[in-house]
């Protein structure tokens, strides 16, 4: 495998831009205790890791800066001094703001940016306390995700399967917003029931002909998975989304906690056939993220 993408991982440095939720110690959260990953994490460690199992390009997705702004100029100026290293970025924005048009603007400098992330639900018991879910009933979100449509910006979607089809409505008056599902759409519950019922929601979203699937960050609610354990979510996804409208991304360093990077590339080109590979490692993020 080679001149494969990256479409979903994550970049930090500590000095340089500020992450609360990062910094905050002794808090375990939904995807495990992060303290061994609460120091800087670079291009150069990252590209190393991925560069070994092929990957030769890569989309930086936001990471819960205290300021979206300078998260994203810090991953430009990362862009900038490594040419060797094709390197879009999709930054947050509060959808709902009354600033969103100058925001938007502003971001259109960038050279790297090519969509928003404005996470709308991460895990049930989370959720409940930031009100993250409120925003699919906030009219000021689906004018937002239009107006980022409008612009040519995609849209990174993160919930969980409880929200699937309240989702594929406001989705649904947004069809020129090309939306990227994070993470497979978050499968919480990987019991037999739950990943059946996933599935089945699930077909909300993957009728909508603008939205891709992610097959990323899959280990955040399986801590000790295993390529049989994750099977029945990468061939669900395939088959709903196709090939065509499926893509892989590390999530790291988040999912650096449960496996390095060898151990991850390795399952899922063990799980995706032989004939889906160039579409799922390059050919749709290439295109969705126009790299």
């Not at 917003?177 to 993470?183: F, N």
């Not at 899959?218 to 029945?232: E, K, V």
């Not at 989304?241 to 390795?266: C, E, I, Q, W």
Request: include cysteine; glycine fraction near 6%.
């Amino acid at each position: 495998m080679t001149g494969w993408i990256d479409a979903h991982h994550h970049l930090w440095d500590l000095n340089a831009v500020h992450y609360p939720w990062l910094m905050a110690k002794g808090v375990e959260r939904f995807f495990g205790d992060p303290s061994p990953i609460q120091r800087n994490y670079l291009l150069s460690e990252f590209s190393a890791d991925a560069q070994a199992q092929g990957i030769r390009a890569s989309v930086h997705i936001q990471v819960g800066a205290e300021d979206g702004m300078v998260e994203a100029q810090w991953v430009q100026s990362v862009a900038d001094a490594n040419p060797h290293w094709p390197m879009a970025q999709v930054v947050f924005c509060d959808l709902t703001a009354p600033d969103l048009m100058d925001q938007l603007d502003a971001f259109q400098h960038l050279s790297t940016v090519r969509g928003v992330r404005q996470i709308v639900g991460r895990a049930p018991g989370e959720d409940a306390q930031t009100g993250t879910n409120a925003l699919l009933d906030d009219p000021r979100f689906l004018t937002g995700l239009q107006e980022a449509g409008r612009q040519g910006l995609s849209f990174d979607l993160q919930l969980i399967p409880e929200l699937y089809e309240k989702t594929a409505r406001v989705l649904a008056k947004a069809p020129d917003t090309h939306v990227a599902l994070c993470h497979a759409g978050s499968p919480h519950d990987r019991s037999s029931e739950g990943l059946s019922e996933w599935a089945k929601n699930l077909r909300t979203l993957s009728d909508l002909p603008h939205v891709t699937c992610k097959l990323s960050g899959l280990g955040m609610f399986d801590h000790h998975w295993s390529t049989q354990s994750i099977r029945p979510i990468v061939e669900t996804c395939l088959d709903q989304f196709g090939a065509h409208r499926t893509m892989y991304g590390s999530n790291f360093p988040v999912d650096s906690l449960y496996s390095d990077y060898a151990t991850l590339m390795k399952a899922y080109a063990e799980l995706i056939p032989e004939e889906a590979k160039s579409a799922v490692f390059r050919e749709t993020a290439k295109r969705f993220y126009q790299l």
